[in-house]
């Protein structure tokens, strides 16, 4: 009869394998920033047709890549490389306006942002709170968002682009929590490619709405 490892040995193995787990995540969202910024630079002049196929065509990604985390993992990292490509692509054009009107803004959001994630993601992975339940009402609050940018396009609202950016990284700053919360409880590398994705949105997210505040956009 084998004999049982001691509790001590067993504890270290998990949490050494936690640790591994949330390396090989952190650089699967990695490998779709770096994805996402070539892109981004090859959708710099890209036209609107092109980035609206683009967006639809990374959102088919991403369901496939939701279907492949169970099948291959090899498949799965391909298509988050893809959909990063694919999400640079469609978002290189509006990036490129901000870059063009005031450089200095977008690598003003991009601090804010790292600093904004690595705040709300430390927070989410040090809390012992179940944030399962926070997740549906920022679920519920994200759908509020979008309507919200809907009324914006149709509605000249003074200050609008503002009120749109402060909202939305209130349920972005949740979402982070939640999604770093996930990443501390990870135990199945399958998990990783999907996971990825949603913190790279999460980081996507904070930038764009991060943009119009320091890039002046009051409408």
């Known amino acids: 009869m084998a004999t049982p490892a001691p509790a001590s040995l067993t504890t270290s ?13 952190m650089s699967l969202v990695a490998l779709t920033a770096a994805a996402f910024a070539g892109g981004a630079y090859l959708g710099a002049d890209a036209t609107a047709a092109l980035a609206l196929v683009s967006g639809i065509a ?16 090899t ?49 989410g992975y040090a809390t012992r709170r179940d944030l399962s339940g926070l997740a549906r009402t920022l679920l519920w609050g994200l759908f509020g968002l979008i309507a919200l940018g809907v009324v914006l396009v149709f509605v000249q609202i ?30 199945d590398v399958r998990s990783a490619p999907m996971l990825a994705a949603s913190i790279f949105l999460d980081i996507l997210n904070v930038f764009t709405l991060f943009l119009p505040i320091f890039g002046g956009d009051e409408r």
Do not use: K, N
Request: no cysteine; net charge neutral.
């Open 13 to 25: 193995a998990r949490r050494a394998d936690t640790g591994s787990l949330v390396g090989h995540t």
């Open 58 to 73: 990374a959102l088919v990604s991403l369901f496939a890549l939701q279907a492949a985390v169970s099948r291959s993992e």
């Open 75 to 123: 498949a799965a990292v391909g298509l988050l490389v893809v959909f990063g490509l694919l999400v640079g692509l469609s978002s290189g054009s509006a990036i490129g306006t901000y870059a063009a009107a005031d450089p200095a803004a977008v690598w003003e959001a991009g601090a804010a942002t790292a600093l904004f994630v690595a705040a709300f993601g430390a927070a």
């Open 158 to 187: 003074p200050g609008g682009a503002l009120v749109y950016s402060i909202v939305g990284l209130l349920v972005f700053a949740g979402l982070i929590a939640v999604d770093f919360q996930r990443l501390r409880r990870l135990d």
